[in-house]
């Protein structure tokens, strides 16, 4: 995977640069009218603390942790996977990022998994949705997201690995198709009381479109964050209230707010874009909320990645 990695640094810095030249000397302007670059506080996100680096994730088996998830069911428990090539496992961690077993998807494939998400049920029971979407080479033009029941962690897991791993229930499968295209995505969102899905594209140049995914699949709208580029995004979740979205890119992390008394979710989408200050990010791939929605954890996807949280003042 050091390859891919080498390519997809390559090619982010290079364009990075010349975009960078090009508006030199000229303003950029979003869909949403923010004027602001990673490095300007502009648009600076006041209602969160300073970011702090609360573990690392040292397991030899997650070596790009792409996507990343506090569990609604499992207390103190994170789910995270690996990029393409990881095959088809999920790995549960704590917030100091040690290990606390190892999954194998039963059903599933990873060609390139992107996102995690989760929802839990008006039974009780949480399910995690794994976004198999990433479209580097803009060869694919069909892509899954599985549903799966989340497992229970125990202490007898935690000698679990990918040789001798413990195994979910059997996935299922959504398979589906661009209505124009065969984009790049990693963010995965799943509305904690609708159930709805949303995909969010990974552009170099221009806003990110927003993908409703259902029995249809519809392009609802664009977010645009205060960055250069202002559409790369590489992860995601909305908040467990429903009334946040938190995305991530390479560098920073942005959140949106639902307006007050909004009755579509959708309205969000039109909404301003804030920053929120991360610290130091090598390749920053996953962020999500904490299950009461108080903190926000990022990740990156290098090996032996930090885990940084920010709270809510």
Known sequence: MLNKNISKNLLFVTIFC???????????????????????????????????????????????????????????????????GGSEFIYAINEKG???GTWKVTGAKN?????????????????????????????????????????????????SSKKKPSITETAEEFKFKYPDGNPDAETLLVHPLTGEIYVLTKKMLGASEVFKIGSKIENIGSVSVPAIPNGFLTGGEISPDGKHVVLCDYLGGYEIDLPKGAKNFDEIWKQEVTKIDLGNREQGESICYSSDGKRIYAGSEKKNSPLIRVEKK
């Open 18 to 84: 010349a975009i960078s030249a090009i508006l030199a000397n000229c303003s950029l302007i979003s869909s949403n009218n923010n004027n602001s670059s990673n490095e300007s506080a502009e648009n600076l996100n006041t209602n969160y603390s300073k970011p702090k680096v609360v573990g690392t994730i040292k397991s030899n088996e997650i070596t790009e942790s792409s996507g990343l998830v506090n569990s609604r069911c499992n207390p103190n428990v994170f789910w995270t996977h690996n990029d393409s």
């Open 111 to 159: 060609n390139d998994w992107e996102d995690i998400a989760t929802i839990k049920d008006k039974s009780g029971k949480c399910f995690l949705y794994l976004a198999d979407t990433g479209n580097n080479s803009g060869s694919k033009s069909q892509f899954t997201i599985y549903k799966v029941a989340e497992p229970k962690v125990t202490e007898v897991d935690k000698s």
């Open 98 to 100: 040690e290990k606390l």
